[in-house]
Nanobody
Framework: QVQLVESGGGLVQAGGSLRLSCAAS????????MAWHRQAPGKQRELVAT????????NYAPSVQGRFAISRDNSKNMVYLQMSSLKAEDTAVYYC???????????WGQGTQVTVSS
């Protein structure tokens, strides 16, 4: 069964840091780019960061560029999102997702809540 499981969310003060983790089942992990999305209350889901299968190319939303870093460890089937200089507007549920070869996000985790207090 294909699964993506996020962890690492929590409550943090503005200016602080958190690292999110996403554990992926092996059959899908090695075959696709991975991404983190987020969804704040009352807002549409937003793409935060992507990383290619080999981990060599990353992309970020302008709102997190320079503050967040996506990485992956293919030997452990893990994807990470290091978040620094957190702001209240970063508060959201963060989701890990796999992007297939057609650019569609076909597998999603259940999400992990990040709350940044100002």
């Amino acid at each position: 069964q294909v699964q993506l499981v996020e962890s690492g969310g929590g409550l943090v003060q503005a200016g602080g840091s958190l690292r999110l983790s996403c554990a992926a089942s092996g059959s899908i992990f090695r075959l696709g780019d991975m991404a983190w999305h987020r969804q704040a209350p009352g807002k549409q889901r937003e793409l935060v960061a992507t990383i290619t299968t080999g981990g060599t190319i990353t992309n970020y939303a302008p709102s997190v560029q320079g503050r967040f870093a996506i990485s992956r460890d293919n030997s452990k089937n893990m994807v990470y999102l290091q978040m620094s200089s957190l702001k209240a507007e970063d508060t959201a549920v963060y989701y890990c997702a796999r992007r297939d070869k057609l650019g569609r996000y076909d597998y999603w985790g259940q999400g992990t809540q990040v709350t940044v207090s100002s």
